[in-house]
């Protein structure tokens, strides 16, 4: 029979839980974020993160006839393990086992997780228009309520519960008949749900000098810039922009997974980058926020010089912010990232990291979404 008080300690446990597996993640963020698998098990809302370090409780049957509370014995005494030279035939391990425990996580709950790991400020959107949705939050369970809101597994738990306790229950024909004061419905209001508009928009150089492991570290950065805006922008439109020598907008798929031989001509991303704005969002609007990656190499010093002139004159004055990430690349002179931080260091709009290995990629969220813009 199920009682109320039962279901509420176990949301109290389920509560419990979570609070540990969230501590366990914070604990190991470096770790969670340098492992690409986790971006593989990714949903719509929803991540999936392996977590080894909780042991699973579980009751074992002894193979002996003696245990805890059979037969005499004396202070010091090992509990359950048998006579001596008994057991298996295998000889003793000495590492201990391993219980991965698949947890799901929202994307708002990562977001915080990581916001509170790095210490990051909230997001202040800018812009004079928002949308404004409308949001259902179901708050309860009711007696009463209409019937496209009958919450049926509740309804036959209750009704089980009162054919159990009026004897009338058969294990043998297990029929049971909701009747009309075993109906439960769900309750709900409905809430205003603010949303700005933002766009973050990725542009990835996919020369020949960008190999596969440069690319899987700009996805695991993106990933969790992904995750931190998604938690301040419901609805954020995200578009994507490879380049070598030209230039084009592609879907997320190919933006993480082709690759040209071409040369490099950086300033072919930032026009294009640069037209969109101008297209297809009005500035003072939408909150912006683009994102390049590359390993620093490009053609020549002019395409440089003009690359950084749309910058500054095109892309920043629409932008919450700008952020240049530099993969490190056996091929990649790294000479860009100079030129950033000769050219626009003062502004408080433009962010960069060095994203070396996998193990940078934490630094680099934080130097991203530092300054809170």
């Given amino acids: 029979m199920f009682d109320e008080d039962v279901i509420q300690s176990i949301g109290k446990d389920q509560a419990r839980f979570r609070r540990i597996v969230r501590g366990l993640i914070k604990q190991d963020l470096r770790k969670y974020m340098s492992k690409g698998e986790m971006i593989g098990k990714k949903g719509d809302q929803i991540i999936s993160i392996p977590v080894p370090q909780i042991d699973l409780p579980r009751f074992t049957l002894g193979s002996g006839k003696e245990g805890v509370g ?138 020949g000098s960008m190999g596969d492991e440069q690319k899987e570290l700009v996805r695991m950065t993106s990933f969790w810039l992904d995750a931190w805006l998604k938690a301040h922008y419901k609805g954020i439109a995200v578009r994507y922009i490879t380049h070598d020598a030209e230039a084009r907008e592609v879907d997320e798929n190919t933006f993480y997974h082709s690759r040209e031989s071409g040369g490099t001509m950086i300033s072919s991303a930032y026009k294009l980058c640069a037209e969109m704005l101008k297209k297809d969002y009005p500035e003072g609007d939408w909150n912006v926020y683009a994102f390049h990656f590359s390993d620093g190499d490009n053609w020549s010093s002019d395409d440089t010089a003009e ?49 070396k290995g996998r193990d940078t990629v934490l630094d680099a969220i934080r130097a991203f979404l530092g300054k809170g813009r």
Avoid: C
């Fill in 307 to 355: 690359a950084l002139e749309i910058v500054k004159s095109k892309i920043l004055p629409r932008s919450n912010q700008f952020a240049y990430g530099q993969v490190e690349s056996p091929y990649g002179s790294g000479q860009f990232l100079k030129e950033i931080q000769g050219s626009l260091a003062s502004d408080e709009r433009v962010a960069w990291a060095e994203i």
């Fill in 70 to 207: 059979q037969g005499d014995g004396d202070p010091g005494d090992a509990l359950g393990q048998g006579k001596e030279g008994e057991g298996g035939a295998g000889q003793a391990g000495e590492t201990p086992g391993q219980h991965a425990v698949e947890v799901e996580v929202t994307i708002e709950e990562l977001a915080s997780i990581l916001g509170e790991a790095l210490e990051l400020p909230r997001i202040q959107p800018k812009g004079r228009d928002t949308l404004e949705g409308m949001k259902v939050k179901f708050t309860g369970i009711h007696r009463v309520g209409p019937q496209s809101l009958r919450h049926f597994r509740r309804t036959f738990k209750q009704a089980l519960k009162r054919t159990i306790a009026s004897g009338m229950y058969n294990a043998a024909d297990p029929i049971i008949i909701p009747v009309r004061e075993d109906f439960r419905y769900r309750s709900w209001k409905v809430e205003p749900l603010p949303r700005a508009n933002a766009v973050a928009i990725y542009m990835m150089d996919v020369s």
